[in-house]
């Protein structure tokens, strides 16, 4: 709230008041300009001034076109987010329209597209690449339209590989270390199963990892497989052929058990 935007006896303005006091300001330099229009979007102030809606506004009551508008309204939104405490304090609005008062709205346009850093840099009387040349305030305050215009094209099109390149390698660190984890998770396991190991078996116990592991697979395997042959049911009228094939499975196994039973007779009370 500005200091015109009181009463003198310290009262707020009515809508109409408010609406009125910043109309006039539409006329003036392009920040001021900028943030009464976005004001008066933003509040609806339009309709105190007899307009239906906020594009009636502009194309009746302002001097600047739609597309200047919300250009006006996209230059102040992009100060105010990058520098507010310059547009907050008293006389800010004023004070940029000074530092810009060679620039049209179509230029503060181009230079609103630079990123932060750069802008702030700008701002803050540094020079910025943009393009294939480096620019100050002064500089960007002769340089014309067209060629502006061409080199922020370049600017953005450099700022959108760089953005791209960014991507990607914050996606491929994201997946290393996806992995990373995943094989911190498995030897976490891994040192879970050892340790187990060792109050089950003694020191040393770890050793036995793999061929529990195996020990579990076969014994998986010979549940499975016993099931399957209870699951078939062989009959007499079944098939000699089929028969014979279950009966050649089942020797098998059994031949299994007897050189397991003899390999490991030591171990077996």
């Known amino acids: ?125 540094g020079r910025v690449k943009v393009g294939d040349r480096d620019f100050d305030l002064e500089s960007l305050a002769s340089v014309k339209q067209v060629e502006l215009q061409e080199t922020m094209k370049k600017y953005k099109r450099d700022h959108r590989a760089l953005t791209a390149k960014l991507d990607e390698t914050n996606k491929k660190l994201e997946s290393e270390n996806k992995a990373k984890d995943k094989k911190i998770d498995e030897l976490k396991k891994l040192l879970e199963d050892y340790k187990e190991l060792e109050y089950r078996f003694g020191p040393g116990g770890w050793k036995l990892s793999d061929r529990r592991h195996m020990l579990e697979l076969i014994r998986a395997a010979l549940y499975t497989a016993n099931g399957l042959v209870v699951k078939m049911d062989i009959k007499e009228d079944d098939p000699a052929e089929f028969r014979e094939q279950v009966l050649e499975f089942v020797r098998y196994i059994d031949m299994i058990h007897k050189n397991l039973a003899n390999k490991y007779s030591g171990l077996i009370s």
């Open 1 to 125: 709230m500005t200091k015109m935007e009181k009463h003198k006896d310290g009262q707020l303005p009515t809508r109409l008041e408010l609406a009125v006091h910043l109309h006039q300001q539409v006329i003036l330099g392009v920040f001021v300009t900028a943030q009464a229009i976005k004001r008066i979007r933003d509040e609806q102030l339009y309709k105190e001034l007899g307009c239906d809606s906020f594009r009636e506004y502009i194309e009746t009551m302002t001097p600047v076109s739609r597309s200047q508008a919300y250009l006006c309204i996209k230059v102040i939104e992009r100060f105010d987010r990058l520098i507010p405490q310059k547009l907050q304090k008293n006389n800010g609005v004023q004070l940029l329209d000074n530092q810009f008062q060679d620039f049209a709205i179509w230029k503060l346009g181009e230079i609103a597209n630079l990123n932060d850093p750069d802008l702030k840099e700008l701002l803050d009387g």
